[in-house]
């Protein structure tokens, strides 16, 4: 088990608890990444590939909109907790979820017309080989003309600022307080941080601290763009939130024949 397989499985059962409301989370989800998406020329109807889909929030979120999904994800446990989740919403088309690696490009997969990873997750690749390798196995899953799309922190800005946490979330439930942040730890030359995640818990008068650990590199968007030619994919776009509504800038990039 690697280190970030072994930070999602940790985390799995409270990963709905950063959000305030995680429901009204994936509706955000879907009521910005549906016209996101038409707007790129792929409407509802579609076939995504969300390769890592977590606890299953966007996979949730575009099929509620109409789309056809299919979510993949390294741990085990977010995609028994994404399934379990799945079974709250209404669903056009029901969502198939299984365990899958990045790193390793799979043969002869099924194509898709749209293949993402959203939420920050290519920051856990640390190498430009490590990325070259993900975005190759994207690639796999699209059908000719297919997109690309990931999301990642505007780290173009927060290298330069070096944040030393995340945001604090505090949410109650069933009698239950979770008070949830991050604590990151920049290498000298902001390459890359150490994350450490604290979930507090209260009950009662008693608290229990877990904390999960993990690293980000702090990929530059130049650099992004630049592995994304390397692997074959052209027209690669970056959209900021401004433009796009979502809460952190996307990339975009397609597979022309």
């Not at 997109?147 to 600022?161: G, N, P």
């Not at 990151?184 to 209260?202: G, I």
Request: glycine share 4%.
């Amino acid at each position: 088990m690697n280190q970030t397989q072994q930070f999602y499985d940790g985390l799995a059962s409270d990963y709905t608890y950063i959000f305030s409301d995680w429901n009204e989370w994936v509706r955000y989800q879907a009521d910005t990444l549906h016209p996101f998406l038409t707007n790129l020329g792929f409407p509802d109807g579609a076939t995504i590939l969300d390769t890592t889909c977590g606890i299953g929030t966007q996979a949730i979120a575009l099929a509620i909109k109409g789309y056809h999904v299919r979510g993949l994800d390294l741990s085990p446990d977010s995609i028994a907790q994404a399934k379990a989740n799945a079974e709250q919403f209404n669903l056009i088309h029901p969502i198939t979820f299984d365990v899958a690696d990045l790193l390793v490009t799979p043969q002869n997969p099924k194509q898709y017309d749209v293949v993402m990873a959203m939420d920050n997750p290519i920051a856990h690749f640390l190498t430009d080989d490590d990325l070259y390798t993900a975005f190759t196995t994207m690639k796999s899953y699209l059908k000719p003309n297919g997109l690309l799309m990931t999301s990642i922190r505007d780290y173009d800005d927060m290298t330069q600022k070096r944040p030393r946490q995340s945001q604090v979330s505090i949410t109650d439930h069933d009698e239950t307080r979770r008070i949830i942040f991050q604590v990151w730890d920049w290498y000298e030359d902001a390459s890359r941080y150490e994350s450490e995640m604290f979930v507090l818990t209260q009950t009662g008068d008693a608290w229990q601290t877990k904390s999960h650990k993990t690293s980000f590199r702090a990929w530059q968007r130049a650099d992004v763009t630049h592995i994304l030619a390397q692997v074959g994919l052209s027209d690669s776009q970056w959209h900021m939130p401004d433009e796009s509504g979502f809460y952190q800038p996307i990339v975009t990039a397609r597979l022309q024949f």
